[in-house]
């Protein structure tokens, strides 16, 4: 099984796998105080667990295509947790973990979460979108290229680069995504 930890002011965050949960069942192996369904609903792939020191806490999943836990699924920035969820972003609040807003931040999946502390910016990196979100999970400006962005992917100091399948390189302003 999966999975990513985090550290954060309410402790040590892990973001797991959860293969073989079934929302609203008494016969989960795992116990969740809290069962969060985002987007359209219509997932595929394992949910999400999301454990502080251990003990479940929430577990999420979204619409789109649940992409495997790695590095980058999720992130604490501003005392929130912004985990990627199929093709939508959650930001939770930190202290009581419960949903804030989610947005939908590509047609398919969100492969991973980036921020850059000069420009103020958590950046989205999904199949077909680029996406910049506020600290309160708004979504400010999205961007997209001729063919999915499964290449290189990278926050430089002047602009955010994606390359898509063909090799295509983007580089896209901090500010409002445009092209440079």
Not at 84 to 96: F, K, P
Not at 132 to 139: F, Q, T, Y
Not at 152 to 157: E, G, H, Q, V, Y
Request: glycine share 10%; aromatic share 10%.
């Amino acid at each position: 099984m999966a999975w990513l930890q985090l550290l954060s002011s309410i402790g040590r965050i892990r973001i797991v796998e959860e293969p073989q949960y079934s929302f609203g069942s008494a016969d989960n192996e795992r116990k969740y105080a809290r069962e969060i369904t985002i987007g359209d609903g219509d997932y595929i792939g394992s949910p999400y667990g999301v454990l502080v020191d251990d003990v479940p806490a929430v577990v999420l999943a979204g619409g789109g295509f649940m992409m495997p836990i790695e590095g980058r699924s999720a992130l604490v920035w501003k005392e929130r947790l912004f985990i990627g969820v199929g093709n939508c972003v959650a930001c939770l609040s930190l202290r009581a973990l419960a949903l804030i807003r989610s947005v939908q931040v590509d047609f398919a999946a969100c492969f991973s979460l980036h921020v850059s502390p000069v420009h103020d910016a958590l950046i989205c990196h999904g199949e077909v979108e680029i996406s910049r979100l506020s600290a309160e999970g708004d979504l400010l400006w999205q961007s997209s290229g001729r063919d999915i962005f499964t290449g290189l992917f990278a926050l430089k100091p002047t602009h955010i680069e994606a390359h898509d399948f063909n090799e295509d390189v983007y580089r896209l302003r901090y500010e409002d995504g445009s092209a440079l």
